[in-house]
């Protein structure tokens, strides 16, 4: 051995270097012509710096996306820190990639991500699990368990119109104030999901969800997910934010877990069943019967109720302050609802959800506010497992797709001046609302579209609407004195991604019977 190494001259070896030196670069090419080979017929879209891609302004991403729709249109793609991500920005092209049958198995997944792993008991959850069987069955479940005990059944009406009642009675409180709106109503939105849960709602309960909201949602942030993600060990560091973040999490889902799978298990009486997490325990029990092990454990439940209480209670959030920020800036459109509340509910009867159908003004209104401030800019990420080819182009595997909401609701060619507020688009010249089919009606798509599509699109338009009809019934809000409202634009929302809310601002809730009185002041 030691022969052979004295026998390497200097020139054997510098002629080994050259070969070592030939045979990496041929490799190298044969790689990138292989990969190359691969990656033709890509979208088009903005070039980056080789790995890195583009620099991007992470919670504003849509006004990005949307810049660049302008320049390379309907289909494009992106590159950021080496993830590859097609961005669609027409309702056509959103329809056609995740509802046609088509490509509904092939563009309905999730990305592979942190909190559907860690939080969610390996992805038993609907919002952040892959498209498969399990996820099926399990959105059947969320869907059913929510059409029963949520605005459909006669016991959660009455205790959400005693929900209502309080938040006239906290704003009476507030005797004009000035105020943050949500300081009064996110209390009650947490009430809300809670009650949708449990039947009723403990203060306890109440602050779980609450907690759970908050801390759930800063997790869900992309630029914090996203440390979560690249560096899932950051979270074992001791003393810093991501150690600190993750455990109060773990906290506060084990509290949920008691007072959602324990406590609620010592009350379940097949013969009165009044609430969703009750429903799921009987639909275990179903599965027992038939098939001996229920697919749907524990653990799938808990993972449905932390699903819905960080879809929901944010989302409402952002439509709600939105809509009052709108209201405020735009006070005849107000005076037209209460004119409408006055006409259809009067001035003392409690508003119902099925006055939703004698309201097209309110409904106008409503749908008008969630396209010109799409507070969900962006759907969530779709991700493809496999190759898709699609629009004419390649889509490689493991791609990150999003629905632009925010450009297909601002476009000029879907939308006559898409920046104008103008909710009589939705309301035929005889004052009722336009059909279904009609192109304003299509091309709102605000809840997704298929099969990944909101469960809570419906409870989120009664909810919208019970708050607004309650409170307008016998209030007007006003802007302070001295205070001056930001600019409505959409463009200058701001992102608490991954929803868009208006700038902060305050207002008076003011009795309607003082109005007058309030405005000679
Ligand atoms: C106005 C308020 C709301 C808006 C604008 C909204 C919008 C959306 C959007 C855009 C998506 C993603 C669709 C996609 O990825 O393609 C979504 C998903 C979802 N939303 Fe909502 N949502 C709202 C309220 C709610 C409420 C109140 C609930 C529950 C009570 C809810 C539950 C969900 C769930 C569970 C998903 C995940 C569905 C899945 O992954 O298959 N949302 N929502």
Redesign the pocket.
Known sequence: MLKIVKDITPKKKMLFEILLGVVTITIFMFYVWITKENLKNLPPGPKGVFWFGLKIDIPNMHLDFTKWWKAFGDVFEVKILGRRILVLNSPKTIREA?ESKAYTTLMNH?PPNFIGYKICNQYKC??LRKYDPTFIAM?KE?VNS?DTHGFQSKHFRSLAADMMNDVVKDFIDLNGRPIDPMNVLRPSFCKM?GTLFAGNCSHILQKHVADFDSHGDQMIKPQIHGVYKKFPWIRWIPFQFYNRLYKLVQKIKKDLQKALLFDLRNSYNTSNIKCMVHQLFRSQDLQRLERGKPWLTDAHIHGIAM??IN??IL??K??MSGFIFLLLHFPEMQQKIQEEIDDVIGKDRQPEVDDRKKTPYIQACIYEC?RYQS??PL??P?YNRKKVDIFKFTIPPKTIIF?N?FACHHDEELWEDPWTFKPERYLTEEGQLIDKDHPNMINLI????????????E??LD??FLYTTYILQKFSFVVPNGSQLKSHDPRNMVSESPVLLPPPYMCRVVKRKEMGKDEAE
Do not use: N, P, Q
């Open positions: 995740f999730r609907v919002l959105k969320m929510m999901i699903d819905l879809t929901s989302t409402t952002a439509v969630l507070h969900l759907t969530a779709h629905g909401l605000a809840f997704g579209v298929g099969e990944r599509m909101c469960v809570g699109y409870m989120a909810r919208m």
